[in-house]
């Protein structure tokens, strides 16, 4: 493990910068990862992201496991996962104390991260988009994730299209075809097993009332949450809102279930929208929730609700991901898979632009001053990116001390 310290160490530094949801953090893995590290290619990552775009789960969190488990097996992959997760769960974790924290010094992390889609976009298209099929696809997936961002089925469907597109031409064929594998099951038995107990467990627990019944809840939650959610956070929020603030206020459910987890609609919406303010994975959110779930409960028990929701969560991500993807890696030798691989990736430059774009949208009911100063911002974070060396932390670090400045401007 010694030798990998130094990418542990880029990781950490990668973890406490990461803003802007999926997209943005693979524009900053490609800087950090790719182009100042060298731990994996341009290709390489964009195969990681479309793969893991096609599970279940924090996409974000698997492409990065991708690189340390790359590096250096299941141990590092294991590692990689705890230092990405655990900066932002412990911000959550803490806020669930603390709901009314002040945000203003993240006020140009939206345009910065804009920027930082811009040039990931940019980089992309030199390395995805080199043909008429490409192109096609390019602008067809653009346009309908724009217009359907919300939707969780639009990400696997366009990725599936897309591949489908390129595969079905035989003009690019790889020279070395491979006999497969044995699969190893393992992983997938353990995801299987504890989704099937989890469920057991917490319905049993309801029925019954046992007193330990809300961490068990909790945990079958956020479990099934992991392994069930397409799109990430803007499909997460609305099961967790149905799951934590719709539900209960079914009087026929609470007069069943008097002693549901139930979150109330301000500290729900206060969780958010810290979890878009800080780096990290979006799914740390479920660390916040499982501490204001069991927050009546005492501090020790809030901590235990910010823990059992912060595994539950994470934990289907990392098992599907470290069981599909030897699976897939040996499939992508055949020729069809070879050649589905350039209409996927094309597909990922699409979902790049159109969710850049979709995040401008916030722009437009502002004032022109507030236009031209996202803009900006906008702008110069590409350049840096693109003509400067600073790292990725840095350039963060710039935008969130302009946003403390201005506080007092």
């Not at 950490?12 to 950090?32: D, E, N, R, V």
């Not at 459910?253 to 987890?261: E, G, Q, S």
């Not at 949208?361 to 702008?379: M, P, Q």
Request: aromatic share 14%; hydrophobic share 50%; glycine share 8%.
């Amino acid at each position: 493990m010694f030798r990998h310290i130094a990418f542990l160490k880029a990781v950490f530094l990668y973890s406490i910068s990461a803003f802007g949801g999926p997209q943005g953090h693979l524009s900053m893995m490609m800087k950090t990862f790719v182009h100042r590290r060298r731990d994996v290619t341009e290709e390489e990552l964009m195969e990681y992201s479309a793969f893991c775009q096609l599970l279940p789960g924090a996409s974000s969190t698997q492409t990065i496991t991708l690189i340390g488990y790359k590096r250096g097996g299941i141990l590092l992959a294991m590692l990689t996962l705890i230092i990405w997760t655990l900066p932002a769960c412990l911000l959550m974790g803490l806020f669930s104390f603390f709901p009314m924290m002040n945000t203003a010094l993240f006020k140009f992390i939206g345009p910065m991260t804009i920027g930082f889609l811009a040039f990931a976009a940019q980089q992309a298209l030199k390395l995805s988009i080199h043909n008429t099929i490409t192109r096609v696809i390019l602008v067809l997936s653009t346009v309908a994730t724009f217009l359907l961002f919300r939707d969780p089925w639009i990400t696997p469907l366009l990725l599936v299209l897309g591949g489908f597109a390129t595969s079905i031409s035989n003009r690019r064929i790889p020279q070395v075809e491979v006999l497969p594998k044995k699969i190893k099951w393992g992983n997938i038995w353990l995801f299987a097993i504890i989704f099937l107990l989890a469920g057991t467990a917490s319905e049993l627990a309801r029925k019954n009332d046992w007193p330990s019944r809300r961490p068990i809840n909790l945990f079958e939650n956020t479990y099934r949450f992991g392994s069930l959610v397409f799109g990430g956070g803007n499909v997460l929020m609305p099961m967790m809102y149905e799951q934590y603030v719709a539900r209960p206020q079914s009087q026929s459910l609470i007069h069943r279930n008097p002693n549901i987890i139930r979150i109330n609609k301000g500290d729900f919406y206060s969780g958010w929208g810290m979890a878009r303010a800080i780096p990290g994975p979006v799914f740390s959110v479920a660390s916040y929730m499982g501490g204001i779930a069991m927050k009546d409960r005492g501090t020790g028990q809030q901590i235990l609700g910010c823990f059992i929701a912060t595994t539950g969560i994470f934990l289907p991500s990392a098992l599907l991901v470290l069981f599909f993807f030897p699976i897939w890696h040996n499939l992508k030798k055949y020729a069809i898979v070879y050649r589905a691989l350039e209409g996927i990736n094309a597909v990922v430059v699409g979902i790049i632009i159109a969710a850049a774009l979709y995040m401008m949208k916030d722009f437009y009911t502002a004032s022109w001053g507030a236009i031209g100063i996202n803009v900006g911002v906008i702008a110069v974070t590409w350049a840096l990116l693109t003509f400067s060396k600073l790292p990725s932390p840095v350039i963060v670090l710039i935008w969130l001390v302009m946003g403390w400045a201005s506080i007092y401007i």
